[in-house]
């Protein structure tokens, strides 16, 4: 085992922030176990390893990541169990809050569908929450989160109301697409939520395009205060498709505002990253397009959210695309049709002892940021929405029969019919230069 | 005068036909006449979609261009020539060669209230951003339940060009128009292409704009009204390119001109044929077709597409549907081969309908044809 380690171990060391969060040996080892996961090892074969001095810098060369030195000395502080602290008390009950939501509102989306009530694909979000809150908790309500089908907890967490998520779940006309989305397809225009996309990499290039409005809007229209940020959220299979490579080169060409972030379960249905990925370091190929490449511990909120500072704040200020990839863990299967029989036992309980929301309680406990009892509280209070909200839901209509047809195009006549119903081109006064269109 | 004329209009259909059918006698006389009367101007296809472009970039500042070649070289065909200049690259962006990526982008961008028209090469690289044009663009007014409307144009040629094998052939109309919340336009001459893309930008949804290259170097003549930048067609309304009795010609972008010319040569055989220019695919203007067919009885449809599930196959089930007894004979389909467009250009014209086709078509439709045997 140590041997096949220990070159792992060197392909990381290369301007590397993936063992950013300990001090050399024990880190990396206990960081390269967990991330092969039980998958076996890596197929040696197909990468040429090259063992590299422990000591060697590798700043001069230009796959090195580019992150700031702030987040590196922050990382440092804290992995030599740094008394500084990096919330205050109301973040971390924000913070808490807003996990517990998101796996209890999970939770209870499982018991829905096998009662009877949820039907279709549903993905849940068990055990990613600390990825969906780390970033989404310091984004504005203007700025604006791309999602896949994994997308409840992301609707949540941008503000959607947890009554309309479950609506929507429920095919009920009260639900934030009234219905006619479903589970994999949560839009909110008042939140910014741009979706929702069944297919992998659909909502890469959407993310850019909304990135690029932003843009646009600052330098063209003038709208100088025009600053909103787009966080695209995608997993480890979408990193292999041609989108996700298209959209990293035009992000960092046009210097858009954006940041990638990759949820890296390590699973895609049942396909291991491994398996399907030549190089599995997906942070890597952020430097390739000239963008900095983050790899991060994505079962710890806080350290989700000092990498998600640093990049949001790089889109803010204009100084372009960031690629962060979160490891991270989904404890149950990729949707609650899948048996999930292919992933290790002993990987899933690696794993469950991460639990972000534990990991949380204990930070907060521990640097005595609030008490147990508050922390209940809060617990309580997410019960109660959970219960209200399967109860509206319940209570809601069906969509009535006429909603079939409606919402098919914003303008069905098409443009050229005027409000009275006639042809605007057969209104004599219509090319006068007077004509209202 | 009227030679000069004459020597001006295009093969792709007499723009006098309108006039010169109905009122024959004045034909001679039409042209110093319109020399004085707001007709007198020709314009190309492509001058009148770079002026559609021109005028709705500058009246609207969210209104912007992507596309390969659209800037610098100004345009893969030359339709935006100029705009860079006018407009600077934020406003013209000359995309890497990645549909996929940046019509998604269009889309994201349309999804925030910005109206990019996303040029495609050829809309047979669309293929590569389909997934955009129909789940991410049609699609979404839908599944946001009205939250999000895509203002975005999809634009480029369609169809089959001169020699330019398989890959960079075909034609999809009847893939796009098959989808619920797209809209699709085939513009013919150049006040359905000036008027149907200012139409098609100011239309807060996605609408697939399908031109033709080899009628963007064609003039028509073009009147005051169509000049005017306030200009716009309907969408969703055909026109009448030519009134008739005796049977109904439909067809859209360049197989229009064959029509008419198949019409001029079917009125010296005493059959008068209704000749109708579709130019919006989605919505079908059933209305035109069926009150067009209850009239003469008899329908050819034309197209360039493949046969199978075409645009052809859609309005004879319109009109068996909704106006079968008026029917005196079957409806006639002309469409392309049901092959892949070969190179050779021998070939290459037998795959495509040509005049005679259309011609035998509608003999056929009207009994005065020889037995289809004879006429292979």
């Known amino acids: 085992m140590s041997a096949a380690f220990s070159s792992v171990r060197a392909i990381r060391r290369p301007g590397s922030f993936a063992g950013e969060k300990h001090s050399p040996p024990v880190a990396s080892s206990k960081f390269a176990s967990d991330f092969l996961g039980c998958a076996g090892r890596l197929p040696f074969g197909a990468l040429s390893v090259s063992i590299r001095p422990r000591s060697a810098r590798r700043r001069g060369l230009s796959s090195v990541v580019a992150v700031s030195d702030v987040v590196k000395e922050k990382k440092l502080k804290r992995s030599s169990s740094s008394s500084d602290l990096l919330i205050t008390k109301e973040e971390g009950l924000e913070l808490y809050e807003d996990m517990v939501l998101g796996r209890t509102f999970e939770d209870m989306c499982a018991q829905m569908y096998y009662r009877g009530k949820m039907f279709g694909f549903v993905h849940l979000y068990n055990g990613q929450e600390a ?11 203007e700025d604006c989160v791309v999602s896949t089908y994994r997308d409840h907890v992301h609707a949540l967490s941008k503000g959607v109301p947890a009554r309309a998520v479950m609506s929507e779940l429920f095919g009920k006309t009260t639900g934030c697409c009234r219905g006619q989305g479903g589970s994999m397809h949560m839009f909110s225009k008042e939140h910014n939520l741009l979706g929702g996309f069944a297919f992998i990499g659909e909502g890469i290039p959407i993310a850019t395009g909304a990135a690029f409005t932003s843009k646009y809007r600052r330098e063209v229209l003038k709208e100088s205060d025009c600053d909103h940020v787009t966080v695209a959220f995608f997993g480890d299979g979408t990193c292999n498709n041609g989108q996700f490579y298209e959209c990293l080169n035009m992000a960092a060409l046009w210097k858009l505002p954006i940041v990638f972030v990759v949820e890296n379960n390590l699973w895609a249905i049942g396909m291991s990253h491994l398996r399907a990925t030549s190089d599995p370091q997906i942070w890597k190929k952020g430097p390739a397009f000239g963008m900095p490449g983050v790899h991060v511990d994505g079962m710890d909120v806080l350290k989700v959210r000092e990498v998600a500072k640093e990049a949001i704040g790089r889109a803010r200020r204009g100084e372009g695309p960031t690629l962060v990839e979160c490891e991270t863990y989904r404890f149950r299967g990729h949707s609650l049709a899948d048996p999930d029989e292919l992933r290790d036992p002993a990987e899933k309980a690696r794993y469950a002892a991460r639990d972000p929301i534990v990991a949380l309680k204990k930070y907060i406990l521990e640097n005595n940021l609030a008490s147990e009892a508050e922390l209940k509280a809060i617990e309580k209070k997410i019960d109660e929405i959970m219960e209200d909200s399967v109860d509206f839901a319940d209570a809601s209509p069906l969509p009535p029969r006429s909603q079939l047809l409606e919402n098919v195009f914003a303008d069905p006549k098409g443009f050229g019919i005027g409000p009275d119903g006639r042809y605007r081109c057969e209104d004599p006064k219509f090319t006068e230069g007077t004509a209202h269109v | 005068m009227f030679g000069v004329v004459r020597q001006k209009v295009s093969a792709g259909g007499s723009p006098l036909t309108i006039l010169g059918q109905t009122l024959p006698f004045l034909r001679a006389v039409a042209s110093p006449l319109r020399s004085y009367s707001s007709a007198a101007k020709e314009m190309t296809v492509r001058d009148a979609l770079n002026s559609a472009l021109d005028e709705e970039m500058s009246a609207d500042p969210r209104v ?3 596309g390969e070649e659209v800037g610098e070289y100004q345009g893969a065909y030359k339709i935006s020539k100029g705009l860079l200049d006018k407009y600077g690259p934020d406003r013209v962006l000359d995309t890497p060669i990645t549909e996929a990526g940046f019509t998604g982008i269009g889309v994201g961008a349309a999804y925030h209230g910005l109206k990019p028209v996303v040029e495609f090469m050829t809309f047979n690289f669309s293929m590569q951003a389909i997934d955009h044009i129909i789940n991410s663009a049609a ?29 960079h052939s075909q034609c999809y109309a009847a893939w796009y128009a098959s989808c619920p919340g797209l809209k699709v336009l085939a513009p013919y001459s150049s006040e359905d292409a000036r008027g149907l893309l200012k139409a098609a930008i100011r239309d807060p949804d996605p609408v697939v704009f399908l031109e033709n290259e080899l ?112 029917l005196d004979a079957p409806v006639e389909r002309i469409a392309g081969a049901d092959v892949p467009m070969p190179y050779a250009a021998n070939l290459e014209r037998t795959a495509v309908p040509q005049v005679e086709d259309i011609v035998r078509a509608a003999k056929r439709a009207c009994y005065r044809s020889m037995p289809m045997a004879a006429a292979a």
């Open chain 2, 64 to 66: 912007f261009l992507m």
């Open chain 2, 215 to 326: 009628l963007y170097g064609e003039s028509f003549p073009v009147s005051a009204e169509v000049l005017d930048s306030s200009f716009c067609l309907p969408i969703g309304k055909a026109k009448i390119e030519k009134e008739g009795k005796d049977v109904t010609i439909t067809a859209f972008s360049k197989m229009v001109g064959l029509a008419l010319q198949a019409a001029d040569i079917l009125a010296k055989e005493g059959i008068n044929a209704e000749v109708i220019n579709l130019r919006s695919i989605r919505p079908l203007d059933r209305a035109t077709i069926n009150a067009s067919v209850r009239k003469t009885n008899r329908l050819v449809t034309v197209e360039e597409g493949f046969p199978q599930h075409g645009i052809g196959a859609e309005i004879c089930t319109s009109v068996v549907e909704e106006s079968f007894g008026y």
């Open chain 2, 139 to 167: 699609k979404s007014n839908y599944m946001s339940a009205g939250q999000l409307s895509v203002p975005i144009v999809f634009r480029g040629p369609n169809g089959a060009a001169a020699g330019v094998g398989a890959q």
């Open chain 1, 131 to 141: 990825v969906s809150t780390g970033f989404i908790k310091l984004l504005k309500q």
